[in-house]
């Protein structure tokens, strides 16, 4: 019996790998980001008009909204898998964003309501 050379290298990245983000990725993640960025908006100017209190929208609905959105983005991840069919890096450093988004809304009303 013969017996073969072992070969140590890693396997070439071929056709049959995933690219590492593909455009469905992006256009997921872009989603994410413009749901998020309206949310915000919303609230600000909600506080600018004074439809409601901006510490009540600095102490409770801001945190409580971005996190709302934080828990259904990390809900769809596996709807977000089965779409793309790649990896889900972009996908979970996009879903951390409006946590993010929460000490920029305290940075942001705290400064424009001292």
Avoid at 37 to 52: G, K, S, Y
Avoid at 77 to 86: M, Q, S
Avoid at 100 to 110: C, E, N, S, W
């Amino acid at each position: 019996m013969a017996q073969q050379m072992l070969d140590y290298r890693a396997p070439e990245r071929g056709s049959e790998h995933a690219p590492i983000v593909n455009r469905r990725s992006v256009a997921l993640a872009a989603v994410v980001v413009a749901a998020v960025i309206l949310a915000n908006v919303v609230l600000a100017e909600a506080a600018d008009r004074h439809w409601l209190s901006p510490t009540r929208i600095l102490t409770r609905i801001g945190p409580i909204t971005n996190s709302l959105l934080c828990v259904i983005s990390f809900a769809l991840t596996p709807l977000v898998k089965r779409l793309t069919g790649g990896p889900l890096a972009l996908h979970i450093l996009v879903s951390l964003l409006p946590i993010a988004a929460i000490f920029a809304d305290v940075f942001l009303i705290g400064n424009a309501f001292p």
